[in-house]
């Protein structure tokens, strides 16, 4: 798979906050002029425009290194914590809703809880779907 530029990411990431560049900028303190720099690779943003990305959910993981974090973009709801975002998943990983509501379920269980999620998950797994 071929690495994308970060213009490249930072529109991706725009487009799926379904943003055009006039609002991004807004939100990110710039002009559109500096947003438009940006998706073309004139200039790169400095740390206060990422620090905005990431109060708006965007993954500055991918647009930083291009390899994302384990997150789930929905516009500010339902969204996993910064510990939970970053801890040793694998970068190329994007859950569901469901998904992380049973991941969340899990962590909630006992441990007697845990090993029964476990053994049920295991038993419907080898089922045919």
């Known amino acids: 798979m071929a690495?994308?530029?970060l213009p490249t990411r930072l529109k991706e990431e725009r487009k799926k906050l379904a943003l055009t560049q006039q609002e991004i900028a807004e939100k990110v303190s710039v002009t559109r002029e500096t947003w438009s720099r940006y998706e073309s690779g004139k200039i790169h943003p400095g740390s206060e425009?990422?620090?905005?990305?990431?109060k708006l959910g965007?993954?500055?993981n991918y647009i930083i290194t291009g390899r994302r974090?384990?997150?789930y973009h929905n516009k500010?709801?339902?969204k996993l914590d910064i510990a939970?975002?970053?801890?040793?998943?694998?970068a190329t990983l994007e859950l569901t809703k469901?998904?992380?509501n049973?991941?969340?379920?899990?962590?909630k269980a006992s441990k007697e809880g845990k090993k029964s999620l476990e053994d049920t998950a295991k038993i419907l797994a080898k089922q045919p779907k």
């Open 58 to 60: 965007v993954d500055t």
């Open 76 to 78: 500010g709801h339902d």
């Open 84 to 90: 939970e975002s970053t801890a040793k998943y694998d």
């Open 49 to 54: 425009v990422i620090v905005q990305l990431v």
């Open 102 to 107: 049973l991941i969340r379920n899990y962590r």
């Open 69 to 71: 974090t384990l997150s």
């Open 98 to 100: 469901q998904e992380l």
């Open 3 to 5: 690495q994308t530029t």
